[in-house]
């Protein structure tokens, strides 16, 4: 077999366990979807029906020992696949377990705690997540983060429209995307005069390619945190989520471009 053959092959091999990856995304996210619905019909949507009264409150006492085991399971699954990285191998099922053991768990907790509101925003965010775990196999990581930071920024524009409920938990949010946005400019600022590379405790990390359009991570973090200011002094205007949802679909134009 020659050099050529050889090299075709890895790169089959690797377009493979891509596929796979994304499939366990696509997988798990409509197995949510349908989980969700189910618990929006009996925990939420119940009737008046003593079957159904009793099967929400069932639900009620279970959401929170349900959370807990599921959290147990990631633990193990996270080990398992922890084990089989360190043998060269792929984390593989175990890790695709662990990252849906934990999902459950998140939607277990979230939908305890806040009910309708906590599984109507599941029914976004399950979707919104594993969108985002396709951008990152099939983009490059620089358009995954600015992915990541416009729907973080989406969320912010929604909390800080008080339709989260708690004022405490719309500020203890706001003031974790403020402390997120800066860690990212500082790093990205590291990053670009590291050429690509971060070097932590003498170890050199290849974080992005050399050719990365840094301008672009930092006009998203001050998009990012424009938007939010504006929806706090504003509410919760349609033409906020706009400007967001425009600003990601530029990027992704931009980078899909970039990849032909």
């Not at 798990?28 to 925990?43: D, F, H, I, N, P």
């Not at 934990?102 to 907790?109: E, F, N, Q, R, Y």
């Not at 509410?235 to 600003?247: C, E, R």
Request: hydrophobic residues 55%; glycine residues 8%; charged residues 15%.
């Amino acid at each position: 077999m020659n050099k050529k053959e050889q090299l075709r092959q890895q790169r089959q091999r690797q377009e493979d366990a891509v596929l796979n990856k994304v499939l366990y995304w696509i997988v798990g996210a409509v197995v949510l979807e349908g989980l969700l619905l189910l618990l929006k019909r009996y925990y939420v949507d119940y009737t008046t029906n003593g079957n159904e009264i009793m099967m929400a409150y069932r639900l009620n006492t279970v959401l929170p020992i349900l959370a807990v085991v599921f959290l147990g399971l990631f633990v193990l699954c996270a080990v398992l696949s922890l084990r089989r990285r360190r043998g060269g191998k792929e984390f593989g099922l175990p890790g695709a377990l662990a990252v849906f053991t934990l999902m459950l768990a998140v939607c277990c907790a979230i939908s305890r705690q806040f009910h309708e509101l906590g599984i109507r925003f599941l029914y976004v965010a399950v979707p919104v997540v594993a969108v985002l775990a396709l951008v990152y196999y099939l983009y490059q990581k620089e358009f995954f983060l600015i992915s990541s930071l416009s729907a973080l920024g989406i969320l912010g524009v929604w909390m800080a429209a008080r339709r989260a409920g708690s004022p405490v938990l719309v500020c203890a949010y706001l003031a974790v995307l403020a402390v997120i946005l800066a860690v990212i400019l500082v790093l990205a600022r590291k990053i670009q005069m590291g050429k690509g590379v971060l070097t932590v405790r003498g170890r050199r990390l290849e974080v992005f390619p050399p050719n990365t359009n840094y301008a672009m991570l930092y006009i998203t973090c001050g998009v990012v945190a424009a938007v939010t200011v504006a929806a706090l002094l504003l509410g919760g205007l349609a033409l906020l989520y706009g400007v967001l949802v425009a600003w990601l679909l530029i990027m992704a134009v931009y980078y899909t471009v970039r990849m032909m």
